[in-house]
C-alpha cells in the first residue's frame, strides 16, 4: 500500500496505543494461569494477534471485548500444543514460546514467516543441544521437544532479551529451582525488568540477586488477574518527534513511572537538538529508526550500540541509510555503529519504501511532514500500530492512500 503525506505542521493531542512489548507479557501470564483473566488494553497489532493464536494454540481460550481480552487459562505443567503456533513475523512471540513448548515432553511446532525464521535462534538450539532436547529448525518452522528440567542456565547478555524473558516464563513451573546467569554486558536490561514486573502481577517471582543473576524458585503457579496494560513509549517516540520538526502535539496515555526502556527518548531527542551528540542506543535498539530519522532533519548524530538493528524485521541501520539518502542525508553504517551526517536535507525525489518494517515505514512518515513525498510499503504498520496514520491525521496531517 501506498501513502502520500503532505508537508505539514502537527498539532494537537494523540493518546499512545498500548505497549506491544507489555501486551505480550500480560497474555502469557494470563493464558499460564489457572482462572480467568481480563487483561484491558489490547491493539489489534499483527504481532499481538499472534501471540493469541499462540495462546490458543496451547489451549487458552481468549475472548474479545472490544479492546479487552478475557482469557481462560490452561494447566501450564502439561502444555500440549493442539496445532502449530503461528508466530507469523512475531520474533517476541516465537522467543517468548519456545521455551513453554519444552515445558512438556510434547512435541510443538511453532511456524513463522522467513525472516522471523532467519532471526537468530541459536541460543535455544544450544540450550537443547546441551540438555538432550529437540529442537529443528528450517526456512519457516521450529520444531522442540522437552521436557525442560530446572538447573543452572548461562546466556550472553548482548542478544536479545528476549530469549531471557521465554525462559522466565517457563522456569517457574519447573519441578525445581532454577538459576539465569546473564554474562555482561546485559542490553535491553529494562525489557528483562519488564517481564519480571508482569509475572509478579500474576503472583510468580524471579528475583535479581546481583547485577548478572536471576533466582527463580520452581513450583511456582500464575494467578487469576484483572490487568491493564500501560501506553507504549516505543510508538509514542514517532509522535513526540513531530515536536523536533516544529510540531505541537501532546501524547497521552502514557505512564510516568514506567519502566519501558524506551521512555529515554525524551533525554535523547534534546540530545539531537543541539549539536551532533554521540549516543548509545544498546538499551533501547527500537528508538534507532525514529532517532535518524530526527538526526537528520536536525544535526547529525552518532549512534553506537547499533549491532542488533541487523536482526530486526529489516536491517535498519542499511535501510534507513538508503531512505536517508532519497532526502540527500548521508549516513555511515559499520558494526556496531551508525553516523547520521550533518548535511544537507531535503524533499525527496522519488519514493520511500518500508522494507516491510513498521519502524521503518513510521520514521521515515515522521520526516515526510517537513517535505510532502510518498511511501510504498506502508501496510507494515499492522505489526505494531494499525491506526498509525489515522493518528497521524488526526494532528492536521493530510495523508492519502493512493492505489497501486
Given at each position: 500500500m501506498k501513502v502520500r503525506i503532505l508537508k505539514g505542521i502537527a498539532k494537537g493531542r494523540v493518546e499512545a496505543p498500548p505497549s506491544k512489548s507489555m501486551a505480550h507479557r500480560m497474555l502469557i501470564c494470563a493464558g499460564?494461569?489457572?482462572?480467568?483473566?481480563?487483561?484491558?488494553?489490547?491493539?489489534?497489532?499483527?504481532?499481538?494477534?499472534?501471540?493469541?493464536?499462540?495462546?490458543?494454540?496451547?489451549?487458552?481460550?481468549?475472548?474479545?471485548?472490544?479492546?479487552?481480552?478475557?482469557?481462560?487459562?490452561?494447566?501450564?505443567?502439561?502444555?500440549?500444543?493442539?496445532?502449530?503456533?503461528?508466530?507469523?513475523?512475531?520474533?517476541?512471540?516465537?522467543?517468548?514460546?519456545?521455551?513453554?513448548?519444552?515445558?512438556?515432553?510434547?512435541?510443538?511446532?511453532?511456524?513463522?514467516?522467513?525472516?522471523?525464521?532467519?532471526?537468530?535462534?541459536?541460543?535455544?538450539?544450544?540450550?537443547?543441544?546441551?540438555?538432550?532436547?529437540?529442537?529443528?529448525?528450517?526456512?519457516?518452522?521450529?520444531?522442540?521437544?522437552?521436557?525442560?528440567?530446572?538447573?543452572?542456565?548461562?546466556?550472553?547478555?548482548?542478544?536479545?532479551?528476549?530469549?531471557?524473558?521465554?525462559?522466565?516464563?517457563?522456569?517457574?513451573?519447573?519441578?525445581?529451582?532454577?538459576?539465569?546467569?546473564?554474562?555482561?554486558?546485559?542490553?535491553?536490561?529494562?525489557?528483562?525488568?519488564?517481564?519480571?514486573?508482569?509475572?509478579?502481577?500474576?503472583?510468580?517471582k524471579a528475583d535479581w540477586t546481583d547485577e548478572n543473576t536471576i533466582f527463580i524458585k520452581g513450583n511456582q503457579e500464575y494467578t487469576a488477574e484483572e490487568v491493564y496494560v500501560e501506553g507504549d513509549y516505543s510508538n509514542a517516540a514517532f509522535f513526540e518527534a513531530l515536536n523536533m520538526l516544529g510540531g505541537d502535539v501532546t501524547v497521552t496515555n502514557l505512564n510516568p513511572e514506567s519502566i519501558q526502556g524506551d521512555k529515554v527518548y525524551t533525554n535523547l531527542f534534546e540530545h539531537l537538538k543541539v549539536g551532533t551528540p554521540t549516543l548509545n542506543i544498546s538499551d533501547c535498539p527500537d528508538l534507532g529508526p525514529v532517532l535518524f530519522a530526527v538526526a537528520a532533519a536536525k544535526n547529525g548524530g552518532v549512534f553506537s550500540g547499533t549491532s542488533r538493528l541487523k536482526i530486526k524485521e529489516s536491517d535498519r541501520g542499511e535501510v534507513m541509510a538508503a531512505e536517508l539518502r532519497k532526502f540527500g542525508v548521508s549516513a555511515g553504517v559499520y558494526d556496531n555503529e551508525v553516523i547520521i551526517y550533518p548535511t544537507g536535507f531535503a524533499a525527496p525525489a522519488e519514493e520511500l519504501y518500508g522494507h516491510n518494517d513498521h519502524r521503518i515505514v513510521m520514521a521515515c512518515s515522521i520526516l515526510l511532514t517537513l517535505t510532502g513525498g510518498v511511501i510504498d510499503g506502508t501496510e507494515a504498520v499492522t505489526k505494531s500500530f494499525p491506526d498509525f496514520f489515522q493518528k497521524l491525521s488526526s494532528l492536521g496531517i493530510e495523508v492519502e492512500e493512493i492505489d497501486n
Open positions: 499460564l494461569s489457572k482462572g480467568t483473566c481480563v487483561v484491558h488494553g489490547i491493539s489489534e497489532s499483527k504481532d499481538v494477534l499472534a501471540t493469541i493464536d499462540c495462546l490458543e494454540a496451547i489451549g487458552a481460550v481468549c475472548t474479545r471485548n472490544g479492546e479487552s481480552i478475557t482469557v481462560k487459562g490452561i494447566d501450564p505443567s502439561h502444555i500440549v500444543p493442539k496445532k502449530i503456533l503461528q508466530c507469523n513475523e512475531s520474533g517476541s512471540t516465537l522467543r517468548f514460546f519456545v521455551p513453554l513448548c519444552l515445558v512438556s515432553g510434547a512435541n510443538a511446532v511453532l511456524s513463522g514467516s522467513e525472516r522471523l525464521l532467519e532471526r537468530p535462534l541459536g541460543i535455544y538450539k544450544t540450550l537443547c543441544e546441551e540438555r538432550g532436547l529437540l529442537f529443528s529448525q528450517d526456512a519457516t518452522s521450529v520444531m522442540v521437544k522437552g521436557p525442560l528440567q530446572p538447573g543452572c542456565y548461562k546466556l550472553a547478555g548482548n542478544v536479545s532479551s528476549q530469549f531471557i524473558s521465554g525462559l522466565l516464563f517457563a522456569l517457574p513451573l519447573l519441578d525445581g529451582d532454577s538459576k539465569l546467569t546473564i554474562t555482561p554486558p546485559i542490553e535491553s536490561r529494562s525489557y528483562i525488568d519488564m517481564t519480571i514486573q508482569a509475572l509478579s502481577v500474576f503472583g510468580v
